[in-house]
């Protein structure tokens, strides 16, 4: 390999913001503070350690995730509850709001819809930052641990990776068989999860999770929700993610509701404006 000349200038070149967002439709964060300061639990359940859990959100509703019993990743799906092909967009959240999710930040949900599904209101993690490794919490650039990954490096057949226990929470919560279900089961919001690329590889890495018990993250449903959070095989991910023989815990779902009147005024988001005529006339 040859290196050329002008290597230092090419490498020099400033980057350029591929989505910059200074047009993005902005959260009522004020008023969803608001609502969510008077709002009471109206169901609570717990993802199991290695297991997980389906939950259901109305519009308008909250829901949060709270990390109890010692530190401990998840994994979450959303769907639109009703419309499995409408479903949480990591790649696309991630190119809008970066690698990792906080408070004031949305989960956008796949095309043609491209809305927001849920808006972060609150992160007990936020203080987190970005470390000197370049890791930070709560990340949409992973995929989720599976058992096909495994099998591949491994040889190994592991059911309690989030892949698994995504597929099975989904399938419980609709009726689905299980084939039918693993195809609507995609990339997921790492909550509480610290991660980051290797600065001299690239490679993804994991790190022990700042979380503690008690820490939580809160989020506004813009649309009805079907969710699905797996308590990750791997505990806080400071060792392993697919494994049987590290601490684990169960992680706390609550759906809210704010009191009457409390978001007067608001609507859900309507699905992307785009014709889909994919420049053909029809």
């Not at 350029?16 to 967002?21: S, W």
């Not at 709002?39 to 308008?60: D, E, I, N, T, Y």
């Not at 909550?191 to 503690?212: E, I, L, N, W």
């Not at 009805?224 to 494994?243: E, F, N, R, V």
Request: aromatic content about 8%; glycine content about 10%; charged content about 20%.
């Amino acid at each position: 390999m040859t290196i050329p000349a002008d290597a230092d200038a090419r490498r020099a070149v400033p980057p350029v913001i591929c989505y910059p967002t200074d047009t993005l439709p902005v959260p009522d964060m004020v008023r969803y503070r608001r609502a969510l300061d008077g709002a009471m639990a109206v169901s609570q359940l717990l993802a199991p350690p290695r297991g997980a859990c389906h939950f259901r959100v109305k519009a308008g509703q909250f829901f949060r995730i709270t990390s109890v019993g010692g530190p401990q990743v998840g994994d979450l799906n959303l769907w639109h509850d009703g419309d499995l092909s409408e479903r949480f967009y990591s790649g696309k959240t991630r190119a809008l709001h970066g690698s990792h999710v906080t408070s004031g930040e949305r989960l956008w949900s796949s095309f043609p819809h491209l809305r927001p599904m849920a808006t972060i209101v609150e992160d007990t993690l936020g203080w987190y930052g970005i470390d000197a490794f370049g890791g930070s919490v709560h990340d949409v650039i992973g995929t989720r641990c599976d058992p096909y990954t495994g099998n591949l490096l491994s040889g190994a057949q592991y059911h309690h990776c989030c892949h698994s226990n995504l597929t099975r929470a989904l399938a419980d919560a609709t009726g689905l068989p299980l084939p039918e279900a693993e195809r609507h089961v995609h990339d997921v919001l790492n909550v509480f999860m610290c991660t980051g690329f290797t600065r001299d590889t690239g490679q993804y890495f994991m790190k022990a999770s700042p979380v503690r018990p008690g820490d939580h993250l809160t989020f506004f449903a813009e649309i009805d929700l079907l969710g699905a959070l797996s308590a990750c095989p791997g505990g806080d991910c400071s060792s392993k993610h697919s494994s049987d023989g590290v601490d684990c815990h169960p992680l706390r779902v609550e759906v809210l509701a704010a009191e009457s009147g409390a978001l007067d005024g608001w609507a859900s988001p309507m699905a992307n404006g785009y014709d889909r005529s994919h420049g053909r006339q029809v």
